[in-house]
């Protein structure tokens, strides 16, 4: 007869899930003081941010822009023709000697007839004056829309923007057929008043390929161009093509590409860890790293920038200071980040 005997049971452990996640909030913990300590204890940490030396272009006095010969991006050499403009005195000047009424010594009633017809001329010149800014600008649009043309052919740029220009093209063409009409009307009414109508330009439309030299009013012999002060890029345009620009605006700005250094900002308590010719690790927001040489150390503090203060906190003065590139070769990559904020780290210890 057999006899059952009963087994002993096994028992399984169960994993303590409480501990785990004890252990693993107690590391990440431990990890981030740990590495808090490094950084503050090993490293001296600033902000920063990437920029060009560079010009405002300015006319000291109020301008029409007729049209411009850059666009944004583009590389300029010294001396380049940037944009051509009239002065607004130049103006004043030619209305002053343009239109000008004979005195009526006998005192008839045809002066309000000589009025008329002064008013008159002066539409006529101001709508020979429009029409001359739109041909400089219907060469220019054509030769940039053949460039666009080859660059679409090839996907280069978009079909978008060559759109856009032959809208521009045919918009700027129908303006002159109806300034040109209104030349006519006006010569008529002048006849019918007795007067004299200025037939010194023919009043006829007809495309030219290079810039409109003008005639008889003589508007177009004011014009002035305006040669780039330096070497560099075309980094904004703040007006367009046929605008005022008052003396105390900006036009565009130029920036040497080789200029390219950071601005940089580090708490005063670091004074004592910063010298000049230090070399600093530059930190992208992308991640990259790249190297810098800390080359001018300004002795004065300065508020530090609102991109890098924070809203309610009261405003920090900081150590500021010019860092540049160890080498040109890294130009390329720090002007991607122009004016964007960087991160700033430099060993505290000489090793």
């Known amino acids: 007869m057999l006899r059952n005997m009963e087994e002993e049971k096994v028992s399984i452990k169960t994993k303590n899930w409480d501990k785990i996640v004890y252990y693993l909030v107690l590391g990440l913990i431990s990890f981030f003081i740990f590495r808090y ?20 272009v300015r006319v000291p006095d109020d301008v029409t822009i007729h049209y411009f010969k850059v666009k944004e991006g583009d590389t300029v050499l010294y001396g380049d023709t940037l944009f051509a403009y009239t002065a607004a005195r130049d103006e004043q000047s030619r209305g002053a000697f343009a239109f000008q009424i004979k005195d ?47 660059q679409v052919i090839l996907e280069v740029s978009t079909k978008n923007k060559l759109e856009q ?4 093209l045919e918009k700027l063409t129908i303006e002159n057929k109806k300034f040109y009409s209104e030349i006519a009307v006006f010569n008529n009414m002048i006849t019918e008043l007795g007067g004299e109508a ?12 290079t810039p409109y030299s003008g ?16 070497s560099g890029v075309i980094t904004r ?47 992208f927001p992308d991640g990259t790293t790249s190297h810098g040489i800390l080359k001018r150390l300004y002795s004065a503090t300065y508020r530090l ?27 390329a990559e720090w002007e991607k980040f122009y004016k964007i904020p960087v991160q700033i780290r430099k060993n505290r210890f000489a090793w």
């Open 37 to 56: 300590f490094i950084n503050r204890v090993f490293y001296v940490h600033g902000e920063g941010q990437v920029l060009f030396n560079s010009i405002k």
């Open 104 to 150: 009526d010594d006998n005192g008839n009633s045809n002066s309000w007839q000589q009025r008329e017809v002064y008013q008159l001329n002066k539409n006529i010149s101001l709508n020979r004056l429009r029409i001359g800014e739109n041909i400089n600008l219907i060469a220019w649009y054509k030769s940039e829309i053949q460039k666009l043309q080859n």
């Open 165 to 168: 220009y032959e809208s521009q």
């Open 198 to 209: 200025d037939t010194s330009v023919e009043d006829d439309f007809t495309e030219k390929s």
């Open 215 to 230: 005639g008889g009013a003589g508007y177009m012999s004011m014009k002035r161009l305006y040669v780039s002060p330096m």
């Open 237 to 283: 345009i703040y007006k367009s093509s046929n605008e005022v620009a008052l003396k105390t605006e900006d036009i565009m700005n130029v920036h040497q590409e080789e200029s390219i250094y950071i601005k940089s900002f580090f708490l005063p308590e670091d004074l004592g860890s910063i010298t000049e010719g230090s070399e600093v690790t530059v930190i």
């Open 305 to 331: 920038p609102p991109e890098f203060q924070k809203k309610y906190e009261s405003t920090t003065r900081s150590i500021a200071a010019d860092i540049y590139p160890t080498d040109d070769s890294e130009l």
